[in-house]
T-cell receptor, first 112, second 113 residues
């Protein structure tokens, strides 16, 4: 079985501050991991994807995530938050050709 | 390149009715997955279609059914609607199985009264 846990349903940061959104996964086989962003009343957009090629994955809009097997983590970071980053972020996992399992999401608020 | 489109954008039904949601996959994609996203939750996998065959199903009852057509567009049908079926229904297309990147449509918001 596979699962993801997103710590913190709501995160607030000041504009220009570091963004850190936490995701821990559980999988019995090597996973593929994803981060998606969802703006209000829209579908999901892929930010980045881990496929075991490199542990540090760079995505769109300045986001990146680091795969840490020892910590079973795949946290999402961005050095400097922008107002346009305010959205909901979802971590997701698939392993062993199983269906994709999404976390419950983290809403990011950016304070001007 | 045309992205994933879904219709309708919004829908209101009453309990017990039936609904059909439609999805056009991105050009060149042969796989469509459907998800249900309840308010405040992450998307939950309903099922996936690969080249017109069901290729996996989540924990949804049989009244949730689907189709994929030769042009790889897809339908989601829900019979005997219940109040808890109220949600955003997302369609995603990809070039193969679950490890491939999925591209999501904007969703159909269904309200069951």
């Amino acid at each position: 079985a596979q699962s993801v846990t997103q710590l913190g349903s709501h995160v607030s940061v000041s504009e220009g501050a570091l963004v850190l959104l936490r995701c821990n996964y559980s999988s019995s086989v090597p996973p593929y991991l994803f981060w998606y962003v969802q703006y209000p009343n829209q579908g999901l957009q892929l930010l980045l994807k881990y496929t075991s090629a490199a542990t540090l994955v760079k995505g769109i809009n300045g986001f990146e995530a680091e795969f840490k097997k020892s910590e079973t983590s795949f946290h999402l970071t961005k050095p400097s938050a922008h107002m346009s980053d305010a959205a909901e972020y979802f971590c997701a996992v698939t392993a062993g050709y199983q269906k994709v399992t999404f976390g419950t999401g983290t809403k990011l608020q950016v304070i001007p | 390149e045309t992205g994933v489109t879904q219709s309708p954008t919004h829908l209101i039904k009453t309990r017990g009715q039936q609904v059909t949601l439609r999805c056009s996959s991105q050009s060149g994609h042969n796989t469509v997955s459907w998800y249900q996203q309840a308010l405040g939750q992450g998307p939950q996998f309903i099922f996936q279609y690969y080249r017109e065959e069901e290729n996996g199903r989540g924990n949804f009852p049989p009244r949730f059914s689907g189709l994929q057509f030769p042009n790889y567009s897809s339908e989601l049908n829900v019979n005997a609607l219940e109040l808890d079926d109220s949600a955003l229904y997302l369609c995603a297309s990809s070039m193969g199985g679950f490890q491939e990147t999925q591209y999501f449509g904007p969703g159909t918001r269904l309200l069951v009264l």
